[in-house]
């Protein structure tokens, strides 16, 4: 257990210790079937070196249009689109994250993450947007602001 690392206290449900292959120290790992369908935290520590990534399993296709400032999400398997997904936005906005907007996809699967009443948006740098569905599982996905 490593005090300084956020995931200190979560033990692993499963450790594969496996050899990199000499050519070129590169190795390309699926995750297990048995875990597909789980939200995981995947670690891989090699030489001093630890990283870290988070899979989401989920069944959403997210498609982001950056030129409108929308996203619009829809089911992978039918290509409909899903309605009341949530979505959360975060920005960082002049070297600070802050609280952008929430809401829900309208009828189409969409939604409008960058426009705001009375706020400014000339100073924002990326946007990061939570995309949330009861049954179909969640995204995440980080974006340039549109170019005006």
């Known amino acids: 257990m490593n005090p300084l690392s956020p995931f200190g206290y979560v033990k692993a449900n499963r450790l594969d210790t496996l050899a990199l292959p000499e050519e070129n120290g590169t190795l390309t790992l699926d995750l297990p079937a048995d875990l597909r369908s789980s939200n995981v935290l995947v670690e ?5 070196i630890v990283r870290r990534q988070a ?4 069944t959403l296709r997210v498609q982001m249009i950056e030129s409108y400032g929308q996203v619009k999400v829809t089911d992978a ?12 936005v975060y920005v960082l906005d002049s070297g600070t994250v802050r609280f952008h907007k929430d809401g829900y996809t309208d009828l189409r699967g969409r939604f409008d993450y960058v426009s705001v009443s009375a ?4 100073g924002i740098e990326r946007y990061a947007i939570l995309v949330l569905d009861k049954t179909h599982g969640a995204v995440i996905r980080e974006v340039q602001p549109p170019v005006k």
């Open 77 to 88: 398997a039918t290509g409909k689109p899903l309605p009341k997904a949530y979505v959360k």
């Open 119 to 122: 706020m400014r948006s000339h």
């Open 55 to 58: 899979y989401y399993a989920n």
């Open 44 to 48: 891989a520590r090699a030489g001093g």
